[in-house]
């Protein structure tokens, strides 16, 4: 039930922690809570149901003093080199640059903000699988987006100097 989530989980974690270790232990800790608390699952939404958990877990061990506050950078590696799927080198480099330009405006948002935006469109959740995560009403996951759009709109326009 839970393993085809385990991507889900880790994109959640890893921006949430922003270290892959973290994300790591994050995950697992999550994983044994999700079998331990397995009675307390209905059978509809796993994905939402996990997440949540994953999301629960990172604030509880922010809350306990275990993981750190927003001190580590994203820092995903570039993968290797294929012409065939990635193109020419001038190419590759312009979507890095993009890619890292939109990671480091994203780590410079709120947490809130940041949170319902990697689950909407990074991860492709629903209003409602997000409110049920992060235990918000859905008009405010809508006002979260919409906000945390401008704002991350703004951090990139910043980056790149256009007014």
């Known amino acids: 039930m839970a393993l085809p989530h385990l991507d889900s989980a880790y994109k959640l974690?890893?921006?949430?922690?922003?270290?892959?270790?973290?994300?790591?232990?994050?995950v697992q800790t999550a994983f044994l809570r999700a079998y331990r608390f397995m009675d307390g699952y209905h059978g509809d939404g796993a994905r939402a149901w996990l997440l949540t958990i994953v999301r629960n877990t990172y604030y509880t061990s922010l809350r306990d003093g275990r993981a750190e506050h927003d001190d580590i950078?994203?820092?995903?590696?570039?993968?290797?080199y294929d012409e065939e799927?990635?193109?020419?080198?001038?190419?590759?480099?312009?979507?890095?640059?993009?890619?890292?330009?939109?990671?480091?405006?994203?780590?410079?948002?709120?947490?809130p903000f940041r949170e319902v935006l990697?689950?909407?469109?990074?991860?492709?959740?629903?209003?409602?699988?997000?409110?049920?995560?992060?235990?918000?009403?859905?008009?405010?996951?809508?006002?979260?987006?919409?906000?945390?759009?401008?704002?991350l709109l703004a951090c990139l326009k910043q980056a790149t100097g256009e007014n």
């Open 13 to 26: 974690a890893r921006w949430l922690t922003r270290n892959d270790q973290d994300a790591q232990d994050l």
């Open 73 to 80: 950078g994203f820092d995903e590696e570039v993968h290797g």
């Open 85 to 111: 799927r990635c193109g020419n080198p001038e190419e590759i480099l312009a979507r890095a640059d993009a890619k890292d330009a939109v990671d480091h405006a994203l780590q410079a948002l709120p947490r």
């Open 118 to 151: 990697v689950l909407k469109e990074i991860d492709d959740l629903s209003y409602k699988e997000i409110a049920d995560i992060v235990g918000i009403p859905i008009g405010t996951v809508m006002s979260r987006l919409a906000r945390g759009r401008k704002l």
